[in-house]
């Protein structure tokens, strides 16, 4: 047997076996740096496709960085409301932890719009680290552990939500969840204390960062408690790591209650699909995310892996998002691919060769998978209405904001079309009247009625549109924002030629008073 193979080449292991390899694998040593350097090698990959071709930021993180700024001016306290989104402003019960980070590295003096760029590549490789290491124990192999984590790297839906500029939240969140999910397969597995102090510190960290990803992580801990371990033991494990993380958390769960009361948190678990929100994607049509059900469904036939099977099956079912289910699909792809190497026979019962060629087949295949999934990407970002990573604003939005920032008085009020308009506030401190971000902290219904208006009102062609579309949040704005040309509507690109702005000329109720290539603003003349 060679240096690279592992006992999961030549057969099936026992319990005990398992126990005692898992302890071997336990850290990262001189053979993993390869397997774990394809890995990476992909995800630097994806990174340097999603920089060459998104000079600016993709998606938004402009309420992300208002939150940041209003940390650091209150002393680096929890402010109570975010000023700037919607005329009666957003309660603040986002989980902190991150914001802080955003606040230190803006009080250092970096630029929001270029860290809402730059900071999501950090969490996003490293959160490649964690898929490694579960994909190498769960299957015991290396190579296996490289193509989970290639798998995650070059993911478009993985790209999308955690590379692009609200990264600078989800890509830590992931990357603290996946922590402690290893670090419970490792506790249900091996009862490591160690393992048990880890996933502690890092759920209460996922907790601080994001709820959806919190969950994540406990029913992954039921499911390997109930199918890996089902011990007394086991159970004490995982509620130290649950009480523990909670414990961590509890001064900002605390705040928030006596602050906002529980009303925020049932506002905001009415948005975004919810709990169980993952039935309706399905019924929508995100039949890709029936690809790894599949595989499960093949490894519970194959080698009646219960864990991996129910595992997607839940994250197909619980979550609205599909990334967690290609999340949990990486580790499939993994398990899948290690099977069928198994059942492929050494010649001449050269095993020692066999396993050696079987390597390098492995290496050059997680290679020539990085390079098409990083070609993918490619292709996906260069077109014109880019499916994976819309920018929301250019140098022209830049530009105008700067004007809006210097040459408009503080207390004025907006309402901007297309997606340019959730930085609005963090870069003018002007105040948005129409848009959903933070919304949903205050109420579904009305967090429904902003995002109605906001959609309806970017779609407008006429001035009368715009005005009539924005009665029903009953705003009466001091400027209005157009884009020409090419802009994204939550991602989706439309355009606007000429028409909303000839209706604004026309009009003897507003009047022109700054524009660029890409963007005009009018002013109420009344």
Not at 34 to 48: K, S
Request: hydrophobic fraction near 45%; include cysteine; glycine fraction near 10%.
């Amino acid at each position: 047997m060679t240096e690279e193979s592992t006992p999961a080449d030549t057969g099936e292991l026992s319990p005990r076996e398992v126990r005692m390899v898992l302890g071997r694998l336990a850290p990262i040593d001189r053979e993993d740096l390869r397997w774990l350097g394809i890995g990476l090698g992909a995800g630097l990959l994806a990174v340097a496709v999603y920089l060459a071709t998104n000079p600016y930021p993709a998606y938004g993180a402009g309420l992300y960085v208002q939150i940041a700024t209003e940390i650091s001016a209150h002393g680096y306290g929890l402010p109570a409301w975010i000023p700037g989104y919607t005329a009666d402003s957003v309660p603040f019960a986002y989980p902190p932890l991150q914001f802080y980070v955003l606040a230190v590295l803006l009080d250092l003096g970096g630029d929001p719009v270029v860290l809402a760029r730059l900071l999501p590549s950090v969490g996003y490789l490293a959160l490649l680290v964690p898929v490694y290491l579960l994909g190498r124990d769960y299957t015991n192999s290396r190579p296996a552990g490289a193509a989970a984590s290639v798998a995650v790297a070059v993911n478009p839906q993985l790209v999308q939500w955690h590379l692009s500029a609200g990264g600078v939240v989800r890509a830590f969140a992931l990357l603290y969840a996946l922590t402690a999910v290893y670090a419970g397969y490792r506790i249900f597995e091996t009862g490591s204390t160690r393992a048990v102090a880890v996933g502690t510190v890092a759920f209460g960290a996922t907790v601080l960062t994001h709820p959806t990803y919190a969950l994540f992580v406990v029913v992954t801990y039921l499911l390997l408690w109930i199918l890996r371990d089902r011990s007394k033991s086991g159970f004490v494990a995982g509620a130290i790591v649950g009480v523990g993380g909670t414990v961590i958390a509890s001064p900002w769960l605390v705040w928030v209650l006596t602050t906002h009361g529980i009303d925020v948190f049932v506002a905001a678990g009415g948005t975004h699909g919810g709990i169980g929100g993952g039935i309706p994607t399905i019924l929508d049509g995100a039949s890709l995310t029936l690809l790894p059900l599949a595989g499960a469904v093949y490894l519970y036939v194959a080698r009646r892996d219960v864990f991996l099977l129910s595992w997607t099956v839940v994250a197909e079912l619980v979550f609205a998002q599909p990334r967690f289910v290609f999340l949990v699909g990486a580790l499939v792809v993994a398990a899948v691919g290690v099977d069928f190497a198994q059942r492929v026979e050494p010649l001449d019962g050269h095993v020692n060769e066999a396993i050696d060629k079987k390597t390098v087949l492995a290496a050059v295949c997680l290679v020539a998978g990085a390079t098409v999934g990083g070609a993918y990407l490619a292709h996906e970002m260069t077109l014109t209405s880019d499916p994976s990573t819309p920018q929301f604003l250019d140098s022209d939005d830049l530009d105008a904001m700067a004007w809006v920032a210097a040459e408009t008085p503080p207390d004025v009020t907006f309402v901007v079309l297309g997606d340019a308009a959730e930085w609005l506030p963090a870069l003018t401190d002007r105040t948005l009247l129409v848009g959903p971000w933070g919304v949903e902290w205050r109420d579904s219904e009305m967090y429904d009625r902003q995002l109605t208006a906001y959609e309806s009102v970017s779609r407008c062609q006429s001035v009368t549109c715009v005005e009539s579309m924005a009665g029903p949040v009953s705003v009466s704005p001091d400027y209005v924002y157009i884009p020409k040309g090419q802009y994204t509507i939550r991602g989706e690109s439309t355009a606007q030629f000429g028409t909303l702005e000839r209706s604004f000329e026309r009009s003897s109720s507003w009047e022109r008073s700054y524009e660029n290539d890409g963007v005009v603003v009018y002013r109420a003349s009344g």
